[in-house]
C-alpha cells in the first residue's frame, strides 16, 4: 500500500459509528480496531475519537485527518491503479500471429530496426492453426488472442473485417494447380480467365478479396464453361485440396509454404494484393508505436 492502512480502519469507524460494527464489517475483532485507532493515534500524536458509553465521535483533529483520510485512499488507489496499467503496457508483448502458410521472411527483416526504435516493447510469434475455422477465428478475436496478423490483404479485406495494415510489399496473383491436372501453368505468359475454360476454379467467397472478386467477373463473362467453387477463406485446407484434384485455385506467391506441391503461373498483372501486419483499427498504444517506427523506416528506405 502506498498509504498507512489504519487509515482505512479509521473510516470504517467513522461510518459504521463504532468500533464493534467496524470490527463486524472489516471482519476482525474490536480489539484488533482499537488497537488499530490507537496506534494511528500515536504515529500522529493527536487524538481522533472521543469514546463515551454512547459511542464514538470524532474529536476536532479526528475531523480534519478523517477528511484527508478519504481522499489520500482515493489518490494512492489512483496511483496504483495507474502504475500497474504503465506496467503491464510495458511488460506485456505484443503478439504477432503468424500462419504456417506463408514466410516470415520481412518481419525478421524489419524486427532489428523495430527493436532499435522501440526497444522497451517486447513481441511474440504466435502460430496459428491454418484451417478455414482457425484463421477466421484469428480474425474475429484480433486485440484478444493477438495483436497483429502477418497475412495478405487490400482494401475490400481491410473494409469487410473493420481492419487496417501495415504494407511490407506488393504481392502477385497467380493460378495454382496440381502437376497432374493438365490445367495451364509452366509458361511465361499470364494466365487468363479464358485459359480456365473447362476447368473448376476455387475462389474466396465474394466481397473477401477485390482482386479476386474482379477475376471472378472475367470468369462469369465467358461463354465457356467454366465452374466458379467459393471458399471462405485461405488455409491449408484449401491448397490440399487443390493438390489432391483437378481444380484451379486462385491465390498469391506470398503463401509460399501452402503452394509447395503445387504449380503456380502468374495471373494478369492487374490483379494483385499487398502482404503486410494487419490490426484493430484502433490498436493498443506499443502496436501504434511499432507502426510509426516501420512506416518511418520504410518511407526513408524507399526514397
Known amino acids: 500500500m502506498l498509504y498507512n492502512t489504519h487509515l482505512d480502519t479509521l473510516i470504517k469507524v467513522v461510518e459504521a459509528g463504532s468500533f464493534r460494527r467496524a470490527a463486524e464489517q472489516i471482519g476482525i475483532s474490536p480489539s484488533a480496531v482499537l488497537k488499530q485507532i490507537t496506534l494511528l493515534e500515536q504515529d500522529l500524536r493527536v487524538t481522533l475519537f472521543d469514546r463515551s458509553r454512547k459511542g464514538v465521535s470524532l474529536t476536532e483533529a479526528g475531523e480534519s485527518v478523517y477528511g484527508d483520510a478519504k481522499y489520500i485512499v482515493r489518490y494512492c488507489e489512483t496511483a496504483a491503479e495507474r502504475a500497474r496499467d504503465l506496467y503491464t503496457k510495458q511488460n506485456n508483448p505484443v503478439r504477432i500471429a503468424v500462419s504456417a502458410l506463408g514466410s516470415t521472411e520481412e518481419l525478421a527483416s524489419l524486427w532489428p530496426v523495430l527493436h532499435e526504435k522501440c526497444p522497451d516493447i517486447k513481441c511474440r510469434l504466435l502460430f496459428f492453426e491454418s484451417t478455414s475455422d482457425g484463421v477466421k477465428r484469428m480474425i474475429s478475436t484480433l486485440g484478444q488472442d493477438a495483436d497483429l496478423i502477418l497475412g495478405v490483404y487490400d482494401e475490400t479485406f481491410l473494409e469487410q473485417f473493420g481492419l487496417r495494415a501495415l504494407k511490407f510489399r506488393d504481392v502477385k496473383a497467380v493460378i495454382a494447380s496440381s502437376p497432374s491436372s493438365g490445367a495451364p ?68 506467391d506470398a503463401w509460399t509454404a501452402g503452394s509447395i506441391l503445387l504449380r503456380e503461373q502468374a495471373a494478369d498483372r492487374k490483379y494483385s494484393g499487398t502482404l503486410g501486419m494487419i490490426c484493430r483499427k484502433e490498436p493498443g498504444q506499443n502496436v501504434r508505436r511499432l507502426f510509426e517506427a516501420a512506416q518511418e523506416y520504410m518511407k526513408k528506405d524507399r526514397t
Request: charged share 30%; with cysteine; glycine share 8%.
Open 185 to 252: 501453368g509452366g509458361g511465361s505468359a499470364p494466365v487468363s480467365a479464358a485459359d480456365l475454360a473447362g476447368r473448376t476454379v476455387m475462389l474466396p467467397k465474394k466481397g473477401t478479396f477485390r482482386a479476386a472478386d474482379e477475376f471472378r467477373k472475367e470468369l462469369e463473362g465467358l461463354r465457356e464453361d467454366v465452374r466458379i467453387e467459393d471458399f471462405d477463406m485461405y488455409s491449408l485446407d484449401i491448397y490440399y485440396e487443390c493438390q489432391n484434384s483437378e481444380k484451379c485455385l486462385f491465390t498469391y
